[in-house]
């Protein structure tokens, strides 16, 4: 038996594969397993019997499932042209596996069907694995590839899903469903990442932000994903995922390979919580990885289209300050983009809102010592732009008929190296323009009918997604300086893909501070807090018109990459001067909320959220008591706090501009305003008691080590 990795890497939990010794010239080896460490400890070696399936399910070794490798060979021969060649492929395995501290390949072959199998399973930092396969055709004849996707298998007892629905302006909201044998598939057809994942957890039922044996599964891929949780009555239940292709997609020829994107497996004994730190953990390895993200405001919500110097100096002028760090010039500053009918694809500056350009703005803006960021949907066209009338042969579509548009807006053909140009060297001429420190990539529409005209309507999802990629290496190797941020109408291209390339997520284009705190929560569970835009909205909310206290708005906010997204021009004078104690309690902050484990606390109340920072050495803990509505009872809720210092005393004190409500003080002597100190164990046994408070408000406490 193989134990992969052999030895904890740290982070919060390690995921272990564990595996049949392959043997040369046998069937790729079963998967016994994917557990958090200790599990597979003391098996001495033992190849465990079992019925699972290897990390490619195979119809040939008796699955009855949906195949791990589907797609069939062209051949042509005297009688015509024979499809349906090679689709059941066994492939045996190649030579030892290699195996290192954090990789193991395992090579394998079938050679009768002439295809090559390379599975790579490598370990994150932070305890997560990662696996791929690479699939190459050995023969002479074309390969026709349908889908490939890496199996993983659950334990009996994991009989519970957890995924996310989700829309514009409602990202991932969890839904559960019980396991029963047959297929649970979800299928992101989106050609961006989508509002709703991609991502699965399977558990035993019940589990828990801290309980429950839990396996979560993520394709870290921007275009179209498969996830499938499936069992029978002969195999048991595991989760499939890959990339999902659209028909000629893939094509093979003879010696040609194609990958799956990476699929991070992550287990844990111990609820959702371990996995989103494993998660957190690899991401604050990044090269990327965002140190510490400055406070900013965007003015989309404050301005919309309507650009003018004037304004912009004078949002400049307060967001100065008032301690921001950053202006972003959204969307409307170039050619015909005074709504959004208009525009996408002409990327030079409009001379009739900006006739010196954006020199002026930008130069204004770093003088009062902020940064100045812009706005780009880069992959999209509307049909009433000069590219579009010079090249409608740029847009995708499958027919000789343009798609259905969405937003007045068609998508651009990245896979035509003309159409991928223009962008790239438009852009180039933009941000050579002026000192832009920072943009915000959009992409506002699903990819509907996305062929190449190139190749005659041929689907191209995953040519645009490489092309995508592709767009924004070249253009962060040629602005080396410029930070990303990764925008889709909002959260829709939030990925373990691109994240290794963008230093920022706008999560959401619902900025009311209710829904937020539930948006968050739930982004947080694949993407560290640092990396989610959280921005303080007007008092009462664009999207939803509901209207809340800046305290409320402002204390949602700083537990992520806080922003302003408000007309700051109609804020009085003292919100202004609590929006600039705000900003300053965040910068004083963020240092430790960004590098710290989150934690999401368990409560029995519907209408209270808990959830907060444990710094990394236990010394001290940020939490926020979040009551979203009324409560039916006057109970409270107890915060127990898990992964303090067991033995250690805390000190707990309110935090942050907002003073918590008289009759809050004096209610439990070990709480926040008491003066005992308690001890870790204590905090996540009993726990901190907070009495039921008013709707949408929010109290901060600080936990400090003694
Ligand atoms: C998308 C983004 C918003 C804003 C608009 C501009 O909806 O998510 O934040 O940039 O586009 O058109």
């Given at each position: 038996?193989?134990?992969?990795?052999?030895?904890?890497?740290?982070?919060?939990?390690?995921?272990?594969?564990?595996l049949?010794?392959?043997?040369?010239?046998?069937?790729?080896?079963?998967?016994?397993?994917?557990?958090a460490?200790?599990?597979?400890?003391g098996?001495?070696?033992?190849?465990?019997?079992?019925?699972?399936?290897?990390?490619?399910?195979?119809?040939?070794?008796?699955?009855?499932?949906?195949?791990?490798?589907?797609?069939?060979?062209?051949?042509?021969?005297?009688?015509?042209?024979?499809?349906?060649?090679?689709?059941?492929?066994?492939?045996?395995?190649?030579?030892?596996?290699e195996?290192?501290?954090?990789?193991?390949?395992?090579?394998?072959?079938?050679?009768?069907?002439?295809?090559a199998?390379?599975?790579?399973?490598?370990?994150?930092?932070?305890?997560?694995?990662r696996?791929?396969?690479t699939?190459?055709?050995?023969?002479?004849?074309?390969?026709?590839?349908?889908?490939?996707?890496?199996r993983?298998?659950?334990?009996?007892q994991?009989?519970?899903?957890?995924?996310?629905?989700?829309?514009?302006?409602?990202?991932?909201?969890?839904?559960?469903?019980?396991l029963?044998?047959?297929?649970?598939?979800?299928?992101?057809?989106?050609?961006?990442?989508?509002?709703?994942g991609?991502?699965?957890?399977?558990?035993?039922?019940?589990?828990?932000?801290?309980?429950?044996?839990?396996?979560?599964?993520?394709?870290?891929?921007?275009?179209?994903?498969?996830?499938?949780?499936?069992?029978?009555?002969?195999?048991?239940?595991?989760?499939?995922?890959?990339?999902?292709?659209?028909?000629?997609?893939?094509?093979?020829?003879?010696?040609?390979?194609?990958?799956?994107?990476?699929?991070?497996?992550?287990?844990?004994?111990?609820?959702?919580?371990?996995?989103?730190?494993?998660?957190?953990?690899?991401?604050?390895?990044?090269?990327?990885?965002?140190?510490?993200?400055?406070?900013?405001?965007?003015?989309?919500?404050?301005?919309?289209?309507?650009?003018?110097?004037?304004?912009?100096?004078?949002?400049?002028?307060?967001?100065?300050?008032?301690?921001?760090?950053?202006?972003?010039?959204d969307d409307?500053?170039?050619?015909?983009?005074?709504?959004?009918?208009?525009?996408?694809?002409?990327?030079w500056?409009?001379?009739?809102?900006?006739?010196?350009?954006?020199?002026?703005l930008?130069?204004?803006?770093?003088?009062?010592?902020?940064?100045?960021?812009?706005?780009?949907?880069?992959?999209?066209?509307?049909?009433?732009?000069?590219?579009?009338?010079?090249?409608?042969?740029?847009?995708?579509?499958?027919?000789?008929?343009?798609?259905?548009?969405?937003?007045?807006?068609?998508?651009?053909?990245?896979?035509?190296?003309?159409?991928?140009?223009?962008?790239?060297?438009?852009?180039?001429?933009?941000?050579?323009?002026?000192?832009?420190?920072?943009?915000?990539?959009?992409?506002?529409?699903?990819?509907?009918?996305?062929?190449?005209?190139?190749?005659?309507?041929?689907?191209?999802?995953?040519?645009?997604?490489?092309?995508?990629?592709?767009?924004?290496?070249?253009?962060?190797?040629?602005?080396?300086?410029?930070?990303w941020?990764?925008?889709?109408?909002?959260?829709?291209?939030?990925?373990?893909?691109v994240?290794?390339?963008?230093?920022?997520?706008?999560?959401?284009?619902?900025?009311?501070?209710?829904?937020?705190?539930?948006?968050?929560?739930?982004?947080?569970?694949?993407?560290?807090?640092?990396?989610?835009?959280?921005?303080?909205?007007?008092?009462?909310?664009?999207?939803?018109?509901?209207?809340?206290?800046?305290?409320?708005?402002?204390?949602?906010?700083?537990?992520?990459?806080?922003?302003?997204?408000?007309?700051?021009?109609?804020?009085?004078?003292?919100?202004l001067?609590?929006?600039?104690?705000?900003?300053?309690?965040?910068?004083?902050?963020r240092?430790?909320?960004?590098?710290?484990r989150?934690?999401?606390?368990d409560?029995?109340?519907?209408?209270?959220?808990?959830?907060?920072?444990?710094?990394?050495?236990?010394?001290?803990?940020?939490?926020?008591?979040?009551?979203?509505?009324?409560?039916?009872?006057?109970?409270g809720?107890?915060?127990?706090?898990?992964?303090?210092?067991?033995?250690?005393?805390?000190?707990?004190?309110?935090?942050?501009?907002?003073?918590?409500?008289?009759?809050l003080?004096?209610?439990?002597?070990?709480?926040?305003?008491?003066?005992?100190?308690?001890?870790?164990?204590?905090?996540?046994?009993?726990?901190?008691?907070?009495?039921?408070?008013?709707?949408?408000?929010?109290?901060?406490?600080?936990?400090?080590?003694?």
């Amino acid at each position: 038996m193989i134990v992969f990795p052999g030895n904890d890497l740290g982070g919060p939990e390690t995921t272990r594969l564990a595996l049949a010794s392959p043997r040369p010239g046998g069937d790729l080896p079963k998967v016994l397993g994917v557990q958090a460490a200790p599990c597979f400890d003391g098996c001495g070696g033992a190849e465990v019997a079992n019925l699972n399936t290897s990390l490619l399910l195979e119809h040939a070794t008796g699955v009855y499932l949906h195949p791990g490798l589907t797609g069939h060979r062209i051949a042509q021969d005297p009688e015509g042209i024979q499809a349906g060649r090679s689709w059941s492929p066994r492939f045996l395995v190649e030579g030892q596996p290699e195996q290192t501290d954090n990789s193991l390949t395992i090579k394998a072959r079938d050679e009768d069907a002439q295809l090559a199998l390379e599975t790579r399973v490598e370990a994150m930092a932070g305890g997560s694995l990662r696996i791929r396969h690479t699939l190459r055709n050995l023969g002479a004849d074309s390969f026709l590839l349908e889908g490939l996707e890496v199996r993983l298998p659950l334990d009996d007892q994991q009989t519970q899903i957890l995924d996310f629905a989700g829309r514009h302006e409602r990202e991932r909201s969890p839904q559960r469903h019980d396991l029963v044998d047959g297929a649970w598939v979800r299928e992101f057809r989106w050609g961006r990442t989508g509002f709703e994942g991609p991502v699965v957890m399977v558990g035993i039922p019940g589990f828990n932000f801290y309980h429950g044996r839990v396996l979560c599964v993520q394709p870290a891929w921007s275009g179209n994903t498969v996830l499938r949780v499936d069992r029978n009555s002969a195999t048991p239940a595991g989760v499939s995922a890959g990339e999902l292709l659209l028909p000629g997609e893939v094509v093979l020829s003879q010696g040609q390979e194609y990958s799956t994107p990476w699929i991070v497996a992550t287990a844990s004994d111990h609820g959702m919580d371990p996995i989103m730190n494993s998660l957190h953990a690899w991401e604050r390895t990044l090269p990327e990885h965002p140190r510490e993200q400055p406070v900013i405001l965007n003015v989309w919500e404050a301005i919309g289209f309507k650009h003018d110097f004037d304004t912009l100096r004078d949002l400049a002028d307060r967001a100065a300050r008032i301690g921001v760090e950053r202006l972003v010039l959204d969307d409307g500053w170039f050619h015909l983009r005074r709504d959004d009918t208009a525009g996408l694809g002409d990327w030079w500056v409009d001379p009739a809102v900006w006739p010196q350009g954006l020199k002026p703005l930008a130069n204004y803006v770093h003088k009062l010592g902020m940064q100045f960021g812009l706005w780009f949907e880069p992959e999209m066209i509307n049909p009433n732009s000069d590219a579009f009338r010079d090249h409608p042969e740029w847009v995708m579509r499958a027919s000789s008929r343009n798609p259905e548009l969405q937003r007045n807006q068609l998508v651009l053909d990245l896979t035509n190296p003309q159409a991928f140009n223009h962008v790239l060297e438009a852009m180039t001429k933009v941000l050579e323009s002026c000192q832009i420190d920072y943009v915000k990539w959009d992409h506002n529409r699903d990819l509907l009918e996305a062929g190449s005209q190139v190749h005659g309507g041929a689907p191209a999802i995953h040519e645009q997604t490489l092309a995508y990629y592709r767009l924004l290496d070249t253009l962060r190797a040629r602005f080396p300086k410029v930070e990303w941020e990764s925008c889709a109408s909002g959260g829709g291209r939030i990925d373990l893909g691109v994240i290794e390339k963008i230093r920022r997520f706008w999560n959401s284009d619902m900025t009311d501070a209710l829904s937020r705190q539930l948006i968050q929560r739930w982004t947080e569970q694949t993407v560290a807090p640092e990396y989610i835009g959280a921005h303080i909205s007007q008092p009462s909310s664009q999207q939803t018109g509901r209207t809340y206290s800046l305290d409320f708005r402002a204390a949602t906010a700083v537990f992520g990459s806080m922003g302003i997204e408000w007309d700051i021009r109609q804020a009085s004078e003292k919100d202004l001067e609590r929006l600039k104690e705000w900003i300053t309690w965040y910068k004083a902050n963020r240092g430790f909320l960004h590098s710290g484990r989150v934690v999401r606390l368990d409560l029995a109340d519907p209408s209270v959220l808990a959830h907060g920072v444990v710094a990394p050495d236990r010394s001290r803990a940020i939490l926020a008591h979040v009551q979203l509505d009324e409560s039916l009872h006057n109970r409270g809720v107890y915060l127990r706090i898990p992964g303090l210092d067991p033995k250690a005393r805390y000190r707990l004190v309110w935090t942050g501009p907002a003073k918590p409500r008289a009759s809050l003080e004096h209610l439990d002597p070990t709480g926040p305003l008491g003066t005992a100190e308690v001890t870790g164990t204590y905090l996540e046994r009993v726990g901190i008691r907070i009495p039921r408070c008013q709707p949408e408000t929010i109290r901060l406490i600080d936990l400090v080590r003694v």
